[in-house]
C-alpha cells in the first residue's frame, strides 16, 4: 500500500489501536505503541528483517538523550519535596499576594514548583494546600485547586526539562534554551486564563457543598493518606501540615529555593543567549555549549540541590543517597511510554507514512502551527496521555519543518499547546483531580476539561503571536 491515502487510512488505523488498547483494554502506553508500530511496519511491507532494528533505533535515540534528564531531573523533583522547599515556596507566594489573591498565588506556585516534577506528583505534593488556603480565603477548595492543576499541566506540556517537552525538541531540532524563554511567555498567561481567570468569571461552575466536618477537616479525604492531615491560618496566611516539613531543621529559604528550582533553566537559556554573542563554535562556544547541554545543566542542578536542600540543612550523604534512589521508582513507566513513542516515531518515518502526510498536510489551507495543534489536542483526548500525544505529534508533523518555514521552536510549543487541552476521564489527572477536590465527574469536566481547554487555546494564540517574530 503505497498510496499517500492509504498510508494516511494505515496512520488512523494505527492511532484508533491505540486508543482501544489504552482506553478499553486498559494497556500501558508503551506496549500499545509498541504494538501499532509493529502493526503499521507489518501492514506498510516494511522489510519483516528490519522492523524490530527501527523499533530499536527509535527507542535508542529518543532515550540516549532524555533518560538522564528525566532521572536527573527526578532527584530535583524529589529534593525539593523533602526539604520542604516546596511549601517555602507556596507560603512565600502566599505572604506575598494575600490569601484573597489565593487563585493567583496557586497558579504560580504551580508554574514554579511544577519546574521539576511530574504533574501529577506535584499536585499530590502541594494538594494539601488548597484546603488550607480555600479555608483562609474563604473561597471553594475547587476555585483554589484548578489554577494549582493547571499550570501544572501547563509546565509539563511546553517547559524544558519535563520530558515529552525536550523529547520533542530534541525531535524537531529546537534549541532547548529558546523553547524556555519562549515557553514561559506562553504559559504564564495562558495559565491564568485557564485558572484564576475562568474560576473568575464562571463562579458558578466551581461552587461546592462544603458542611461543618468538610470545612474542619477537607484536607483528610484524598490528602491524609499523603500528607497525613490538614494544616492552620495564622494571621490570614495559611500554613501547610507541620507532617509534610522537613523534620531535620526549619524549612529553607525562599531564594535559595527559588534558585535552586530555575538553575537548569537559567543555564540553559544563559547559553543561548551566550550563543547570541560569542561564535558557538569557538573555544569559549563550545565550552558555554557543554555547560549548557540540558543532561550537564540538570547535573549541575542536583548537586547544588544536594548541598542547598540537604547538607546545608543538617543532612549527611547517606540521607542524599536515599532519597536519591527513592527518585527513581517513579519514572519506569514514563521512560517506557517515551522509548516507545520514539519506536512508533522511526516506524512511521520508515514505512513513508510521516512524508506522506506532510505531503498532504502542506497542500491544506490551514497554518502548520494550528495542524500541530490540532493533531496534539485530538491524540490526547484520545489516548489520554500527554506524553504520548506530544511524542506521537512530534513524528506526525516533523516533516513538515522542512515545507513550511515554521521555526522548530514555535513548532515544538504549538505541539505542546494542543496537549494541554481536553483533560478528561482518559487522563489520570483528571481522577486525581476529581478524587482530591471531591467533587462529581460533572463538576471535573466543567472545571478542569475546560479549564485545561481555555489555556490550550490561549496558549495557541500566544505560539500564533510569537510566530510573527520568530
Not at 530535583?76 to 494575600?98: P, Q, T
Not at 461552575?205 to 479525604?221: H, T
Not at 512508533?344 to 494550528?370: H, K, Q
Request: hydrophobic share 55%; charged share 10%; proline share 4%.
Amino acid at each position: 500500500m503505497t498510496s499517500t491515502a492509504g498510508l494516511i487510512a494505515v496512520l488512523l488505523a494505527a492511532i484508533a489501536l491505540i486508543v482501544f488498547l489504552i482506553v478499553k483494554l486498559r494497556f500501558h502506553g508503551s506496549i500499545a505503541l509498541v504494538l501499532a508500530a509493529l502493526a503499521v511496519a507489518l501492514v506498510t511491507g516494511v522489510p519483516l528483517g528490519e522492523v524490530v532494528g527501527v523499533i530499536e533505533e527509535g527507542v535508542g535515540g529518543t532515550l540516549g538523550f532524555l533518560v538522564l534528564i528525566i532521572g536527573f531531573g527526578a532527584v530535583l523533583g524529589k529534593m525539593l519535596e523533602v526539604s520542604g522547599g516546596a511549601e517555602r515556596l507556596a507560603l512565600s507566594l502566599l505572604d506575598a499576594f494575600g490569601a484573597r489573591r489565593a487563585t493567583v498565588a496557586m497558579a504560580l506556585l504551580g508554574l514554579i514548583a511544577g519546574i521539576p516534577v511530574f504533574v501529577e506528583v506535584g499536585f499530590v505534593l502541594l494538594v494539601p494546600l488548597v484546603f488550607v488556603v480555600a479555608r483562609a480565603a474563604g473561597i471553594s477548595r475547587v476555585a483554589v485547586g484548578l489554577p494549582l492543576a493547571i499550570s501544572l499541566m501547563t509546565v509539563h506540556c511546553v517547559l524544558p526539562p519535563h520530558p515529552a517537552a525536550t523529547a520533542i525538541a530534541g525531535t524537531l531540532g529546537a534549541d532547548v534554551g529558546t523553547v524556555i524563554v519562549l515557553g514561559l511567555i506562553v504559559a504564564l498567561p495562558a495559565a491564568l486564563a485557564g485558572g484564576p481567570l475562568y474560576a473568575r468569571l464562571v463562579p458558578g461552575a466551581f461552587a461546592v457543598e462544603e458542611d461543618a466536618e468538610d470545612s474542619e477537616d477537607s484536607g483528610d479525604s484524598g490528602a491524609t493518606a499523603e500528607t497525613g492531615g490538614t494544616g492552620a491560618t495564622a494571621g490570614g496566611v495559611a500554613t501547610l501540615p507541620a507532617t509534610r516539613r522537613d523534620t531535620t531543621s526549619a524549612l529553607p529559604g525562599f531564594g535559595v529555593t527559588l534558585l535552586t528550582v530555575l538553575l537548569p533553566l537559567l543555564i540553559m537559556v544563559a547559553k543561548t543567549v551566550i550563543h547570541l554573542i560569542v561564535d558557538p563554535e569557538s573555544t569559549a562556544g563550545l565550552v558555554v555549549g557543554f555547560i549548557g547541554n540540558p543532561i550537564v545543566a540538570l547535573l549541575i542542578s542536583v548537586l547544588f540541590a544536594y548541598y542547598s536542600l540537604g547538607l546545608s540543612r543538617g543532612r549527611s550523604l547517606s540521607d542524599i543517597s536515599g532519597i536519591t534512589d527513592s527518585s527513581f521508582a517513579p519514572i519506569g513507566g514514563v521512560l517506557l511510554i517515551i522509548g516507545a513513542g520514539g519506536g512508533f516515531n522511526a516506524v512511521l518515518t520508515a514505512s513513508g507514512i510521516a512524508p506522506a502526510l506532510a505531503d498532504a498536510l502542506a497542500v491544506l489551507p490551514i497554518s502548520p502551527i494550528i495542524m500541530a495543534w490540532l493533531i496534539a489536542i485530538i491524540l490526547h483526548f484520545a489516548v489520554g496521555s500527554a506524553t504520548v500525544a506530544m511524542i506521537s505529534a512530534a513524528g506526525i508533523v516533523a516533516p513538515l519543518m522542512a515545507t513550511t518555514g515554521v521555526s522548530p521552536e514555535i513548532m515544538t510549543l504549538a505541539i505542546g499547546a494542543g496537549a494541554i487541552g481536553l483533560t478528561q476521564v482518559t487522563d489520570s489527572l483528571f481522577w486525581m483531580y476529581q478524587s482530591y477536590m471531591k467533587i462529581s465527574v460533572q463538576q471535573s469536566i466543567r472545571t478542569l476539561t475546560v479549564g485545561t481547554t481555555v489555556t490550550s487555546v490561549v496558549a495557541l494564540g500566544m505560539v500564533l503571536l510569537l510566530s510573527l517574530f520568530f
